[in-house]
């Protein structure tokens, strides 16, 4: 975050990756969707944004990257964040990602040091993308099955009206759930600012399939690395059985935010997102960053 005025200040990031999916237009609305939630994680608003891809020209058509490129302006266009330009270079696999630039309010900024001992904690996005990704891979389910659009859907939807609940209901600290899973990204927040937290396995939103796609040993590297990661700070109750454990973990591409919000606000900025957030868990006074998973 670069600050430019006393009631402006420029947010930048970028991200990109291989391909998620099979379908090319998917797959680059995913990444745009991705590389803008960063954004949204801060209380920013995506403004420009610039194009990286990384392209094996001698085997795949440029008509294939041409889909790439209008699924991710399509996302683009619906963000209010036009592509630009960019940049690309001859690469041995295919990647495609953005560098998105966007504005926020200096003393506006979701941050992760800012939940206290009795915010609620909310997520806006089903877990299991990385669950459902991997059983793709391996044909676990068809290509044209619910759990794999379920998964779709979700990651190419932006985080933009959470943000903006965000912003309206005084939250003070936020992230987006990515590849660390739901408790490393927790796990994070909790540690900058100083807390702890209690999270209802129960509660967890889960898309289609995810959790029965875990109990199969559909589980991607990423995932299994980041449950080994959770026992360093992770309780967890008896009766949270090892499939709810992975989606726990499960490392997510454009993943939903997890907002602490206050308590008085809960129930209002639950109305304003529908049926897309659920309360998960709370944040509670304890050594920093350790989480407390109960069933």
């Known amino acids: ?118 915010d609620r904690l909310v997520l806006t996005k089903p877990l299991g993308t990385g669950l459902v990704a991997t059983a793709h891979k391996r044909d676990l389910v068809a290509p044209d099955g619910p759990e794999l659009a379920a998964a779709i859907r979700a990651m190419r939807t932006l985080n933009a009206p959470a943000s903006r609940a965000a912003l309206a209901h005084g939250v003070r600290a936020a992230t987006d759930v990515t590849g660390f899973g739901l408790l490393g990204h927790l796990h994070n927040l909790l540690r900058e600012s100083g807390v702890a937290a209690e999270v209802e396995a129960g509660r967890l939103p889960m898309l289609p399939g995810a959790r029965e796609l875990a109990a199969r040993g559909a589980v991607p590297g990423g995932t299994r690395r980041n449950l080994e990661a959770a026992a360093e700070f992770t309780a967890w109750a008896d009766a949270v059985d090892e499939a709810t454990r992975w989606v726990a973990v499960d490392a997510q591409t454009s993943g939903g935010l997890l907002l602490a919000v206050p308590a008085a606000e809960l129930d209002a900025l639950l109305a304003d997102l529908g049926g897309g957030a659920v309360a998960i868990g709370r944040v509670t006074a304890g050594p920093a960053g350790r989480i407390a998973v109960r069933a």
């Open 1 to 118: 975050m670069v600050q430019l005025a006393p009631d402006r200040a420029l947010v930048a990031t970028t991200d990109f990756f291989t391909p998620i999916v099979d379908d090319a237009e998917a797959w680059g609305a995913i990444a745009a969707a991705n590389a803008l939630s960063d954004l949204y994680a801060m209380g920013a608003t995506p403004t420009v944004a610039l194009s990286l891809v990384g392209w094996p020209r001698e085997r795949l058509p440029f008509a294939l990257l041409g889909e790439v490129l209008r699924g991710a302006a399509g996302v683009a266009a619906e963000a209010a964040c036009p592509i630009v330009g960019g940049h690309s270079i001859d690469a041995a696999e295919p990647f495609f990602g953005l560098v998105a630039i966007g504005e926020a309010h200096p003393g506006r900024l979701l941050t992760l040091a800012g939940a206290r001992a009795g």
